[in-house]
Structures are given as structure tokens and as C-alpha cells.
């Protein structure tokens, strides 16, 4: 029902906001308000592309009434919505993933393969982001830690500090650790660098990753897949979902690891 008794569209919110004038109130108390309502092809027109429109029924573009709206006029227009980890590639990726991906590195690069390897795995044991890949430094790594004090920018060419601004301090597991050792030395001070030993970003990387990963016949992995890999690991390990939060930098206590891995 209307509650605010006058005459208008008894409709949501949120459908108003969508489909109607922006400056118009969202229960019309005169003709003249309920004239500023715009259609759903209006709306459609201004926000969907050429390409999505194509799509659409004529029954999407008919008027609303000024009667109760019984349907949402854009539930087909919704996006799919995330299961949470049951739709993310690392609830598939399985520790043999990880072994091949190393395998084809070496494959497809020869010798400077190893580096790729070693990014691999260190990235699905350590949950960084690749960004914190890039610009970790071997001075980083202590003992059983890793110190993750910066990240590369890639779109600006820049190196600053993670990205909520924090430095963290996580655990680097033996094989991470091990991955590390076995990394040739290409850069002064980086752990990862690309094969003349300049800093690394991501367009490159994205050159020399991507031969890999369709020669291990999974290509559409990317490192973020092995961040999200990690995760479930660790999960599954019985973490709990504060503790792998501070793994990945977050700093929510764990509520964003809670709402996508379940």
C-alpha cells in the first residue's frame, strides 16, 4: 500500500530509483508528479549497452502501470549472483594443479621457468596478491614469516603500500619457503623479476603466464585463482576465517573470507 495515502506508484524504492525521474519523489501526490515517471525503456535505453537491449522482449519495454507494480520489471536484467567458494576456480584447483602449473613453467620457458614455478607455488602457499608478488623483496622473507611491506602498481607503474595501506606480517610455509630458494636470482633486491631482471608487472607477467597455464590445460587460472586456492586451503586446514583474513590482508576480521568461502 501506499503509506503515505496519496495517489501514485506503490512501488519500491529501489524500482523508483531505477525507473523513474531521479528529482521526482517516490510516492506521486498529483498528476503533474506522476507524470515525471519515466518508462522502463527509458531507463533501458540510458543504461544498458546497444548489445544488452538486443536481447530484451517487448514486454520489457512496456510502461509501468500506476497501479501496483506485481512483477519486478528487471529481474531478468539481475546478475548472477556468487554460491561463494563453490563458484570460485580454487574450490577445482587441486594440489596437482599447483604441480603442473610448476611442471609447464619449466616447459614452456626453459630456464627461466623457474621463476614462474616459484610464483606459482609461492603464490597459492602464501595467498598474496600479485601486486604483492611483483614487488616482494628476498630481504622480505624471515625465517618463517613474510613481510609484505609493498605491492606494484601496474596501470602507474609505481610501488606503494599494500592495498588497505598496512604493512602485515605472514606465514611462510616450508614449501613457500623452498619455492623461494629455488627462484634464480635475476633482480638486486625483488624475489620475481622478469627475464632481464627488471621489475615486474603485470602485462608481462600476463605474457609469460599465459602460455603456461593453457599448456597446463587450465586457462583461465590466474594468481588471484591461486590467492583464492590458498584460502580454501587453509580453511579446509582449519584456520579460522580471522586468521586467514590477516593471511590475505584483509582487515575485516574475517567477515569478506566468511561471505565467500562459506
Known amino acids: 500500500t501506499n503509506p503515505t495515502g496519496g495517489a501514485g506508484y506503490p512501488a519500491c524504492a ?3 530509483d531505477l525507473a523513474f ?7 506521486g501526490s498529483s498528476d503533474a508528479e506522476q507524470a515525471k515517471a ?22 520489457d519495454y512496456a510502461p509501468l502501470s500506476a497501479g ?43 630456464r627461466y621457468g623457474a621463476v614462474i614455478a616459484s610464483m606459482a607455488r609461492f603464490g597459492s602457499e602464501t595467498g598474496l596478491r ?28 609505481e610501488i606503494r603500500p599494500p592495498k588497505n595501506g598496512r604493512s602485515r606480517r605472514v606465514v611462510l610455509s616450508p614449501r613457500a619457503a623452498s619455492a623461494a630458494e629455488l627462484c634464480p636470482r635475476l633482480h638486486e633486491t625483488r624475489l620475481f623479476a622478469t627475464p632481464t631482471g627488471r621489475q615486474l608487472w603485470a602485462p608481462a607477467f600476463s605474457t609469460l603466464w599465459r602460455p ?3 599448456a ?14 590458498c ?14 583474513a590477516v593471511q590475505l590482508g584483509h582487515t575485516d576480521g574475517g567477515a569478506l573470507v566468511m561471505s565467500t568461502y562459506g
Open 14 to 16: 529501489l524500482t523508483w
Open 21 to 27: 525521474d531521479d528529482n521526482a519523489p517516490v510516492w
Open 38 to 59: 519515466r518508462t522502463v525503456k527509458d531507463y533501458l535505453t540510458f543504461a544498458v549497452s546497444p548489445i544488452g537491449q538486443a536481447g530484451l522482449l517487448a514486454s
Open 68 to 110: 501496483l507494480v506485481a512483477t519486478n520489471p528487471f529481474a531478468r536484467l539481475g546478475m548472477k549472483q556468487s554460491r561463494g567458494r563453490r563458484d570460485l576456480p580454487s574450490d577445482w584447483l587441486t594440489a596437482a594443479d599447483i604441480d603442473r602449473l610448476e611442471t609447464t613453467a619449466h616447459d614452456c620457458h626453459g
Open 130 to 157: 600479485p601486486g604483492e608478488l611483483f614487488a616482494l623483496d628476498r630481504a622480505d622473507l624471515d625465517g618463517g614469516f613474510v613481510d609484505v611491506r609493498r605491492a606494484a602498481s601496474s596501470p602507474v607503474r
Open 212 to 214: 603456461v597455464r593453457h
Open 216 to 229: 597446463a590445460g587450465l586457462p583461465e587460472v590466474t594468481l588471484h585463482h591461486l590467492r583464492h586456492y
Open 231 to 244: 584460502a580454501t586451503r587453509l580453511l579446509e586446514a582449519g584456520l579460522e576465517a580471522w586468521e586467514v
